[in-house]
Structure formats: C-alpha cells, structure tokens
C-alpha cells in the first residue's frame, strides 16, 4: 500500500479495503439473519465508499507517480536551457 520510491501511505486505499470489508460482513450477518434489513443498508453505503475512497486513492496514487515523470524530465530541459542559452549581459 505504499507508493513506490517515495514510501508514503495511500491512507485511501486503505479506507477502500476497509469498507469493502464491511460491506462483505453486513452481507454475510444479513445472510446468516443476524441483522437483517440494516445489513442491506449497511451494504450500500460500503459499496459506495469503496467506490469513493478507490476512486481518490487512484487518483492520487496517478498524480504522484506522474509528478515523479514529470518533475526529473522538466529538470533536465533547464539544464539544457542554460546550457545552450547566452548568459545576461551585466549591466
């Protein structure tokens, strides 16, 4: 559940597995008759957070790897920028 090189904890991801976990045990208590009608309520609303909270741990987890592409190529073309550019005249 961590992200690559920079090692730190999607805590949304971890929030996806969470509710999807609550959401098969609602549904294994309502089957077993345990807690009946509140287990399909339960259910729904699991589902829906697992979507939610997946959908924001993607994301992120896309944007921070792409910022890792991104950052090292733009630090590249300054280097060649500077390189092959005339310096400023002093005044």
């Known amino acids: 559940m961590t992200n690559g090189e920079s090692g ?3 805590v ?7 509710s999807a976990l609550v959401g098969v045990m609602a549904v294994l208590l309502e089957y077993l008759g345990i807690i009946r009608d509140l287990g ?3 259910g729904v609303v699991s589902t829906a957070l697992t979507v939610l909270f997946g959908l924001t741990a993607s994301t992120r987890t896309a944007v921070s ?3 890792n592409e991104i950052v090292p190529g733009l630090e590249r073309i300054e280097r060649v920028l500077i390189e092959r550019l ?3 005249p002093s005044l």
Request: glycine content about 0%; proline content about 5%; overall charge positive.
């Open 8 to 10: 730190y904890w999607n």
């Open 12 to 18: 949304w991801w971890s929030l996806a597995v969470l």
């Open 40 to 42: 399909l309520v339960i």
């Open 65 to 67: 790897s792409l910022k």
């Open 86 to 88: 005339p310096s400023r």
